[in-house]
């Protein structure tokens, strides 16, 4: 559920207070990173009929036709005794012939900095590679399973990038990479897209809030009307897909915004209080709802300083 946890409550009280523990963590990450654990992999309970999941769904208002845009934790998954490609087909039964799932299918590429040096490491001049297929997903099973589905249509933008199967699959990624100095999740991107088409945000099995990527909608399609000054930098990517090759500079958010200036527990709050989030806890597996709609247009009311960020100097608004 929402904001569960000591840990979050806490933080959920003030944004300051997650600031706090956001700069005492990242000014001693190379302490932290010997002694942090990998999430606690979840304890094996009974089986759970994935049919309880998709009923729930229904019940939020998803139906034959709608856009899905699903955030997935697969060992969470595990007690539905269903394999990745399983599960798949489970959610997009759920919005039929006529209905698009889509899933982040976000990449890690080799020679990017380690924690020690991940917020003041200059990656200016390198040249990181993009293989549309073969470069490792790290958003999980699901969405890895979903990149080597023969129907499936995979972005070429190389951050934040989108995997979808359904009618608006295509459709969803032909733009991406269009426009001069693009932006992750601006007026070409996929995730534009999914606004557009009216998308429902969707978290099995992990925590939404923590990787609502949709928020960066808000910020990219305000370019440079954005009010925090410095947001972005640049990187450069060898963009491969099959025959197809090409070299492109992109921008994405400076790693501190980020990693010390996101509230995202009280951005959780703010969305549960607001009824934006939808959460609720099925024997054990998290299942979370947002439409993107409401996401964006509360985002939109409230970022003339830049909410969810917070602690920025005034010379950088």
Same mark, same amino acid.
């Given at each position: 559920?929402?904001?569960?946890?000591?840990?979050?409550?806490?933080? !959920?009280?003030?944004?300051?207070?997650?600031?706090?523990?956001?700069?005492?963590?990242?000014?001693?990450?190379?302490? &932290?990173?010997?002694?942090?654990?990998? @999430?606690?992999?979840?304890?094996?309970?009974?089986?759970? *009929?994935?049919?309880?999941?998709?009923?729930?769904? @229904?019940?939020?208002?998803?139906?034959?036709?709608?856009?899905?845009?699903?955030?997935?934790?697969?060992?969470?998954?595990?007690?539905?005794?269903?394999?990745?490609? *399983?599960?798949? %087909?489970?959610? =997009?039964?759920?919005?039929?012939?006529?209905?698009?799932?889509?899933?982040?299918?976000?990449? =890690?590429?080799?020679?990017?900095?380690?924690?020690?040096?991940?917020?003041?490491?200059?990656?200016?001049?390198?040249?990181?590679?993009?293989?549309?297929?073969?470069?490792?997903?790290?958003? !999980?099973?699901?969405?890895?399973?979903?990149?080597?589905?023969?129907?499936?249509?995979?972005?070429? &933008?190389?951050?934040?990038?989108?995997?979808?199967?359904?009618?608006?699959?295509?459709?969803?990624?032909?733009?991406?990479?269009?426009?001069?100095?693009?932006?992750?999740? !601006?007026?070409?991107?996929?995730?534009?897209?999914?606004?557009?088409?009216?998308?429902?945000?969707?978290?099995? !099995?992990?925590?939404?809030?923590?990787?609502?990527?949709?928020? %960066?909608?808000? *910020?990219?399609?305000?370019?440079?009307?954005?009010?925090?000054?410095?947001?972005?930098?640049?990187?450069? &990517?060898?963009?491969?897909?099959?025959?197809?090759?090409?070299?492109?500079?992109?921008? *994405?958010?400076?790693?501190?915004?980020?990693?010390?200036?996101?509230?995202?527990?009280?951005?959780?709050?703010?969305?549960?209080?607001?009824?934006?989030? %939808?959460?609720?806890?099925?024997?054990?597996?998290?299942?979370?709802?947002?439409?993107?709609?409401?996401?964006?247009?509360?985002?939109?009311?409230?970022?003339? =300083?830049?909410?969810?960020?917070?602690?920025?100097?005034? %010379?950088?608004?």
């Amino acid at each position: 559920m929402a904001n569960t946890g000591i840990k979050n409550k806490i933080m !959920g009280l003030s944004p300051y207070i997650e600031l706090l523990v956001r700069y005492i963590y990242w000014k001693n990450i190379g302490l &932290f990173s010997r002694f942090v654990k990998s @999430k606690k992999k979840r304890k094996d309970l009974d089986f759970v *009929e994935f049919s309880k999941i998709t009923n729930y769904l @229904k019940e939020t208002g998803i139906s034959n036709g709608d856009l899905l845009l699903v955030h997935s934790s697969y060992g969470d998954l595990k007690c539905t005794q269903k394999k990745p490609i *399983e599960i798949i %087909h489970e959610i =997009k039964n759920l919005v039929g012939e006529q209905g698009t799932l889509a899933m982040p299918a976000i990449r =890690k590429y080799e020679g990017e900095p380690d924690l020690k040096n991940y917020l003041k490491a200059d990656i200016s001049e390198i040249i990181f590679e993009y293989d549309v297929h073969n470069t490792k997903v790290q958003t !999980g099973a699901l969405p890895a399973t979903m990149v080597q589905m023969p129907e499936a249509f995979v972005s070429r &933008f190389p951050l934040n990038t989108l995997v979808s199967i359904g009618p608006l699959a295509k459709p969803m990624m032909e733009k991406n990479l269009l426009g001069d100095f693009p932006t992750p999740c !601006g007026i070409n991107s996929s995730w534009k897209f999914c606004l557009d088409h009216n998308a429902y945000l969707i978290g099995l !099995g992990t925590d939404l809030t923590g990787c609502l990527t949709m928020i %960066h909608l808000a *910020e990219d399609m305000l370019d440079d009307k954005w009010p925090i000054k410095n947001w972005y930098r640049k990187k450069i &990517f060898k963009i491969i897909d099959k025959d197809f090759e090409t070299l492109k500079v992109v921008r *994405e958010r400076r790693p501190k915004w980020g990693t010390l200036h996101w509230a995202g527990r009280t951005l959780c709050k703010d969305l549960t209080n607001k009824n934006i989030l %939808h959460s609720q806890n099925i024997d054990g597996i998290t299942v979370e709802v947002i439409k993107a709609k409401e996401l964006i247009d509360y985002l939109n009311s409230k970022n003339s =300083k830049g909410y969810p960020y917070f602690c920025v100097k005034k %010379h950088l608004r």
